[in-house]
């Protein structure tokens, strides 16, 4: 068997907001179908209710009125460097994967200079100034991105240590007025990744991206609330769901396939999938998908864990958070083995769309 250096999740840690909200707390929202046709209030439970029943979000996360997206990253941050006892000075690149930036409470306009992974560079008072500190936006698949470019910098030699941060607080951007705006949450995650050299397959074995922007560039955008005047000229996130949907069912399970094939593997052989948060029936179709596609009628219980029902939609920040409860042992019946295959998976704005095959050490 040849040495080969492959890419190693050495350490997690992630950042849950304290405040819990609940879909009892949209109840009195003035909501619109769409620009200028208002919804009427008095059917606001039953518009919950179906959002819920679709969805499977009961309840999310929002961070207090004196964090932003750089106070959550370097939080998380923190407890990937306490769980994988590195010296943060060995990293090599540092790549906080966001869309928003820094958006204040009190003034919802992105504030992206100097770059998000800049300000949590200088917080962890990281001082080496070979640790390369950049931001990735690239949609809800961004922190997987980070992980695929990393890989890259591991396996040639250049690097021998990254951290790479998936962090974002939607409650910032979302629309009061749109129904869609109860999707989203706050979070951060984090992952630590070193090279290590191995006779046999361990860590990151194959990955897969992908941009369809040419058809499917304006399935999500910024723009104004659906309720003419709300937000004083704030840009909210907007997209079409029905066509996002469309587009992730087809494309993600293919992408996925894909990749297993690439290193002889099939979905029967996986024993989790962690998927991006987006939408609870969204995830089930993706997965009902690729199994039609596998020729399977079945695969273990548990395979694809879900964290949406209770921390919603926090965009980058859903798988890195969702692989450190598993890690730390924080959500109920799931684990991780020495030797288990792993698939992480998202799909985000752009469209962008990715996969990746990992064996855990």
């Known amino acids: 068997m040849t040495t080969k250096i492959y890419s190693v999740i050495v350490g997690t840690g992630s950042y849950i907001p304290e405040r819990i909200v609940p879909n009892a707390e949209f109840l009195q929202n003035e909501f619109y179908k769409s620009h200028d046709e208002p919804l009427d209030r008095s059917k606001n439970e039953e518009i919950i209710e179906k959002f819920e029943a679709i969805s499977e979000i009961g309840e999310r996360r929002y961070v207090d009125d004196d964090l932003m997206t750089s106070d959550i990253a370097t939080r998380a941050a923190q407890a990937a460097l306490a769980s994988s006892g590195i010296d943060k000075e060995s990293l090599d690149y540092l790549i906080v994967a966001h869309n928003f930036g820094d958006v204040p409470a009190d003034n919802p306009r992105s504030d992206l200079v100097p770059s998000l992974a800049a300000r949590v560079k200088q917080r962890l008072e990281i001082e080496n100034p070979r640790c390369v500190a950049y931001d990735l936006p690239f949609g809800c698949a961004g922190w997987l991105q980070g992980v695929i470019q990393a890989d890259y910098f591991l396996r040639s030699g250049d690097a021998k240590r990254a951290m790479i941060i998936g962090a974002e ?6 629309d009061p007025c749109d129904r869609d705006g109860m999707l989203y949450a706050d979070g951060a995650g984090c992952t630590i990744v070193e090279a290590r050299a191995s006779d ?3 860590g990151l074995l194959a990955h897969a991206t992908r941009s369809d922007a040419l058809k499917h560039a304006s399935l999500m955008w910024m723009g104004d609330s659906f309720k003419p005047g709300h937000g004083d000229g704030a840009r909210f996130l907007k997209m079409r769901g029905r066509r996002l949907y469309e587009y992730a069912v087809t494309v993600v399970p293919d992408l996925v396939r894909e990749t297993l094939h690439e290193v002889g593997l099939r979905a029967r052989d ?14 089930g179709a993706i997965l009902k998908r690729l199994l039609k596609l ?3 009628d079945a695969v273990q219980e548990g395979i694809m864990p879900m964290t949406i029902s209770f921390l919603g ?4 920040a859903t798988v890195p958070t969702l692989l450190d409860l ?22 985000g704005a752009g469209m962008n769309s990715n996969s990746a095959v990992y064996i855990w050490p």
């Open 169 to 174: 607080t939607l409650s910032r951007v979302a």
């Open 200 to 202: 046999e397959p361990v």
């Open 270 to 283: 996986v024993d989790k999938i962690l998927m991006h948060q987006a939408n609870a029936k969204m995830n």
């Open 294 to 296: 596998e020729e399977l």
């Open 313 to 316: 939609n926090s965009s980058v």
């Open 326 to 347: 598993i890690v730390t042992g924080k959500l109920e019946g799931q684990t991780l083995e020495s030797g288990n295959v792993v698939v992480f998976a998202a799909v």
